[in-house]
């Protein structure tokens, strides 16, 4: 359904070539992304007027608020150009001359497209609902819920075995790559990739998601007692203090 209120390819392209290619903050040329300059929750079209192309990280960091968004934030690249601009000390004094530039009466404090969506799913997770991710290796998703992948889970549960058994990262991305396994997205796997399976309470039927953790209603696939012993390992290896479950 959300897909009807998306750009068409056409409305796309003549958007990132008017943009010449770049975000229209702060001129990358990487992880650039169509965006809707009024949200389509606040009525937005998909209308090339209502197009902006922004990189990966100005997109997150962008204000809600519209006209912040217009005024100040696409105006100045940088927090550093708005000082310098207003030969001002501090950003927050840069911002009080753009508010007396621009007759703004909103605070300087604003709410970012990323704190909504963290805010959002934070919400969701509390209630007992999936956070957005992707599809986690070692599930399916089916209606909104998370149900074993036999395969997958098995894959899973050699890798908690492998390093329960003193392998380390790098030994157990041989063997996957070498078993020719293939990982959830891509060809190939990563120390990373293994760390964050090992690190993800997803494993042991727990959700967690910006710092709220939660019992889930899904399978687990391996014992949250062997989940918290590979915690203590890891954490003896990077020195964090280890995430240890009830
Ligand atoms: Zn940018």
């Known amino acids: 359904m959300a897909r009807v209120f998306d750009f068409t390819k056409k409305r796309r392209e003549s958007a990132l070539e008017m943009a010449a290619n770049r975000c229209q903050r702060c001129w990358s040329e990487r992880d650039l992304m169509v965006h809707h300059r009024i949200p389509i929750a606040d009525g937005g079209m998909a209308e090339l007027s209502n197009a902006v192309v922004l990189c990966r990280s100005c997109h997150r960091d962008s204000p809600h608020d519209l006209f912040l968004f217009e005024n100040l934030y696409l105006r100045f690249s940088s927090p550093k150009e708005m ?12 911002f009080e001359k753009w508010q007396a530039e621009t007759g703004y009466k909103g605070a300087f404090d604003y709410r970012s497209h990323g704190d909504l969506i963290k805010e959002k799913m934070a919400h969701k ?13 070692g599930y399916d998703i089916k209606d909104g819920k998370l149900l074993l992948n036999a395969e997958e889970s098995k894959v899973v549960r050699e890798i908690f075995d ?14 996957l790559n070498y078993k020719g396994i293939p990982p959830k997205r891509g ?12 690190k993800n309470p ?36 990077s020195n964090k203090p280890p995430l240890i479950l009830g």
């Open 125 to 137: 997770v509390r209630n007992g609902g999936l956070p957005g991710f992707g599809h986690p290796f």
């Open 202 to 237: 997803l494993y042991c039927g727990y959700i967690s998601w910006d710092g709220v953790i939660k019992k889930a209603q899904h399978e687990e696939i391996i014992d949250v007692g062997i989940f918290n012993e590979v915690q203590k390992m890891l954490s003896k290896r």
């Open 162 to 175: 492998m390093y329960t058994s003193g392998r380390s990262l790098k030994k157990i991305v041989r063997y």
């Open 187 to 198: 060809k190939k796997w990563y120390p990373t990739t293994i760390s964050k399976i090992l």
């Open 83 to 94: 000082i310098l601009h207003y030969g001002a000390k501090t950003e927050e004094e840069a």
